[in-house]
């Protein structure tokens, strides 16, 4: 298969809503019976063209389509787990109160057009803590040189959808699911896994089911594929 970075990216976000284990270059390979390497996979996450200008650019025509007098604009940001991920300008330690102890996490805010029927991403920033400083105690520590007040000047009005996208993201699009250990690639998975959630959205009006029902036909179809084939290799082989 001859496939561009744009072939790539329509693909890529298929395989994070479909597969449902961890999500690795060499398993999107494999789904697609070796036609795109792993390498393929691993140069376009690491090459920065998976962008919030990207996602922009998926989603612009829908917004189009959708846009009425309902419409608004939502902005929020949200935290995911990286527990075993090695610190740097994307992972970095918070205080977590449900812990009551601080763990790595990487944060991350999402502009939401929203119009009651659709909640649709259409764009993306990750906070970062780029600069290093020394505090009081003399520890060497790092802070965002753009701050999230910065980020986000625009109070969302709609917090129920919000929380939605954030808990399909988390559950249904694999976005904790890196397979990367690069600042850039992990940035290039995350703002994948937010593309995936719009083709999701595309389904759940096609279909007239949410997002986790969605899901859950694809596991169960999934099981069924498994059954069989384990179903095939139990029957005796002919003489």
């Known amino acids: 298969m001859k496939a561009n970075k744009s072939t790539l ?3 890529y976000p298929d395989y994070l809503i479909a597969d449902v284990g961890q999500k690795t270059a060499t398993g999107f390979s494999s789904v697609l019976n070796s036609q ?3 390498d393929m996979i691993t140069r376009l996450l690491t090459s920065g063209y998976v962008s919030s200008c990207r996602l922009w650019i998926m989603v612009k025509p829908m917004c189009g389509e959708i846009e009425d007098e309902n419409g608004v604009l939502n902005i929020d940001d949200s935290i995911e787990a ?7 300008e994307l992972i970095f330690w918070h205080f977590d109160h449900t812990l009551n102890r601080s763990a790595k996490w990487v944060n991350f805010g999402t502009a939401i ?5 659709m909640s649709l991403p259409i764009g993306v920033c990750y906070l970062k ?5 020394v505090d009081k105690t003399g520890k060497t520590k790092r802070k965002s040189s753009i701050s999230k007040q910065e980020h986000f000047r625009v109070i969302y009005q709609r917090r129920w959808n919000i929380e939605e996208y954030h808990k399909s993201i988390k559950s249904n699009t694999a976005f904790p699911k890196s397979p ?5 690639t992990k940035q290039s998975h995350f703002t994948a896994s937010i593309m995936a959630y719009v083709k999701l959205d595309r389904l759940k009006i096609r279909c ?3 997002h986790f029902a969605l899901k859950s036909i694809m596991l169960v179809n999934a099981t069924k594929a498994a059954w069989a ?7 005796p082989k002919a003489a």
Not at 129 to 133: E, I, L, R, T, Y
């Open 113 to 117: 057009y929203d119009n009651r029927k």
């Open 180 to 184: 990367t250990r690069k600042e850039m």
């Open 9 to 11: 990216l329509d693909l």
């Open 129 to 133: 803590k780029d600069v290093s400083h």
């Open 36 to 38: 795109v390497s792993h």
């Open 229 to 235: 084939t384990m179903q095939n290799f139990s029957e």
């Open 82 to 88: 990286k527990t075993y991920t090695d610190c740097n």
């Open 208 to 210: 007239s089911k949410n």
